[in-house]
Every structure is written in structure tokens, then in C-alpha cells.
């Protein structure tokens, strides 16, 4: 089982959907989580981090459930601009090294 | 502040010729990365450099060398290339050890062709 994994999609909604992903990760000792964004041919950027109470940031909700071992990413009200490539990242409490998803991709279209 | 800078930006080389990619950052991070990426295999990191003064070997080191030269800056260096080592090429830097919620910040990428 990969460490990190997601669905890779990708994901066709239309403009103003809700749509929600899902990543699972296998390490139970992992203590901090993030989505980070990827532009086509760009560099991946922070999106926000994933706190154990939940947390929303405007359109974006994260969500951790320790219990299972997954986090979730909610997008409300979907805009063109959404389209990407949204990665799962995780990491392990003491260690210099996150793990990364390979990625889900979001088409929003009009 | 420019964040993290890496150049080049595209660079064509043929079968065993060698190259330096140069990486640096602004923003006093004592973690630097170097990772590639391809098609279907996602972000794999190939070389990390925990604090200034150390380099360690990630998951995809073979064919490659780094080079911690101060707390700014971190190369990576093909010595032979190989048409397996065209890929895009990402350096990022972290606050590790400072804040537990540490973030990676991402230069824009250098993309290798390997003839």
C-alpha cells in the first residue's frame, strides 16, 4: 500500500458544483497534513494545512479523521480558476520528509 | 523577496554530459529539497538537506550529487546524464525544526531534456 494515496481522477465539474476529494495515508504516526496546489506546468503551492478540529478558508474546507487516516478537501461554489492538480501531503511527526500524493486533478468547466 | 530561484529554466543535454542546477532561497530556511517529477509518478524526492553542513539521500539519489554550499543554496548536479533523467526538476525549502506545521516552498522548476 502506497503511503499516500489518491484517487487520481480527474474530476469534470461544472462551474458552482461542490466537489470533495479524499487521501488516505498508511502511517499512524503521521502528525501534520497539508493540500497543496498544482498549476499546469508550474510549481506546487501551499493551500492550506489540515488541523485536527477541521478548518475552512474561504470556498475550502479541510477535514482530518485520525481514525480512519484520511484527509478531505472540500471545494464549494467551483470556479474556473480551480482547475488543477490538488496534492495530499503528510508528514510524520520528527521528520524532515513529507509524502506526497500523486495528485488529483480538477476540471471546472463552464 | 524572491522566494526560492532556480536555474536554469530549460536545458537540453545530450547522453553524458553533465550539468548543475542551482537552487537558492531568501527566507533563512535551514531545510532545502531537490525532487523530480514525471508524468504518473508524482513528486519524488531525490536529495534533502536536513540543516546547512548536511545532505542525506532520499528515495531516487542514483545518477545524482548535491551540494549544501551555505544556508542559502543547495545544487544538484547530473554527472552523466541519461535520457531516464529528462524530467522537471523542483528545489523547495522548509522551516523545519521552527514551526512543527512546516511548509515546503517550491522554486518554478527546471525542465531537462536528456537527448
Known amino acids: 500500500r502506497k503511503e499516500v494515496e489518491q484517487d487520481p481522477g480527474p474530476f469534470n465539474v461544472p462551474e458552482g458544483a461542490t466537489v470533495a476529494f479524499n487521501c488516505t495515508y498508511s502511517?499512524?504516526?503521521?502528525?501534520?497534513f497539508f493540500w497543496y496546489r498544482q498549476d499546469c506546468r508550474k510549481e506546487p503551492k501551499l493551500l492550506m494545512s489540515?488541523?485536527?478540529s477541521g478548518n475552512e478558508d474561504g470556498r475550502f474546507t479541510a477535514q482530518l479523521n485520525r481514525a480512519s487516516q484520511y484527509i478531505s478537501l472540500l471545494i464549494r461554489d467551483s470556479k474556473l480558476s480551480d482547475s488543477a492538480t490538488y496534492l495530499c501531503v503528510v508528514s510524520r511527526g520528527g521528520s524532515y520528509i513529507p509524502t506526497f500524493g500523486r495528485g488529483t486533478s480538477l476540471i471546472v468547466h463552464p | 523577496n524572491a522566494g526560492v530561484t532556480q536555474t536554469p529554466k530549460f536545458q537540453v543535454l545530450k547522453t553524458g554530459q553533465s550539468m548543475t542546477l542551482q537552487c537558492a532561497q531568501d527566507?533563512?530556511?535551514?531545510?532545502m529539497y531537490w525532487y523530480r517529477q514525471d508524468p504518473g509518478m508524482g513528486l519524488r524526492l531525490i536529495y534533502y538537506s536536513a540543516s546547512e553542513g548536511t545532505t542525506d539521500k532520499g528515495e531516487v539519489p542514483n545518477g545524482y550529487n548535491v551540494s549544501r554550499l551555505n544556508k542559502r543554496e543547495f545544487s544538484l548536479r547530473l554527472e552523466s546524464a541519461a535520457p531516464s533523467q529528462t524530467s522537471v526538476y523542483f528545489c523547495a525549502s522548509s522551516d523545519f525544526g521552527r514551526n512543527i506545521q512546516e511548509t515546503q516552498y517550491f522554486g518554478p522548476g527546471t525542465r531537462l531534456l536528456v537527448l
Open positions: 489540515v488541523y485536527s
Open positions: 502511517n499512524s504516526a503521521s502528525q501534520s
Open positions: 527566507m533563512n530556511h535551514n531545510s
